[in-house]
C-alpha cells in the first residue's frame, strides 16, 4: 500500500490545529477528530481538573480499551463464523 | 452494572502518572495502558517535534480510527453470521 493516494485533512480538535495525513478519505478522517474532540470534552466534563495532556491520555486509554475489547470479541465471532462454514 | 467492583490502577503512560478506575481487572488495565504508552512512543519515533499533547491526541485519533474501522468489520461479520443461521 505504499503507493496509496494521502489524504490530508485540517481538523480542530481541543482548540488545537492538526493536519491528519492518512490513507482514509476526508470525510471519515473529520469524523473520527470530531469522535476524539467529543471524548475529550466528555472526559473533561466529568473531571474538570485534567489538563489538555492528561484528557487525550484518558481518552487514548479509554479508546484502547475499547478497542481491545472489540478484537476479542471479533475473534470470537469469527471463530463461530468458521465452525458454521467447516458445519456446511 | 452500577454495583460493580472497580479497580484501580496505578500506571505510568510516557513519564506521568495515572490512576485509572474500570470494572476490568488489574493485569487487563496496566495492559492497555502500556500499549498506549508504546503507541505515543512509536508516533514520537516518527515525528520527534510534536509535543506530548500532540502526542496523546495523535494517539487517541490513530486508536479512534482502528477502533471505527474495527466496528465495522464487526457488524459486516456479525451480519454474515445471520444470514448463515437464517439459511439453516
Redesign the interface.
Known sequence: MTQAKKTRANVD??G?H?T?V?E?DLH??R???S??DD??REIYQANKSLD???L??????N??????K??E??DA??Q??HK??DQD
Chains 1, 2 share one sequence.
Open positions: 480538535i481541543y488545537k492538526y491528519l492518512g482514509e471519515h478522517m469524523m473520527v477528530a469522535v476524539v471524548k475529550m489538555t495532556t492528561r487525550a491520555v484518558l481518552t487514548a486509554v479508546t484502547m480499551n475499547d478497542y481491545l472489540l478484537k470479541a471479533y465471532l469469527e463461530k463464523l458454521k462454514e
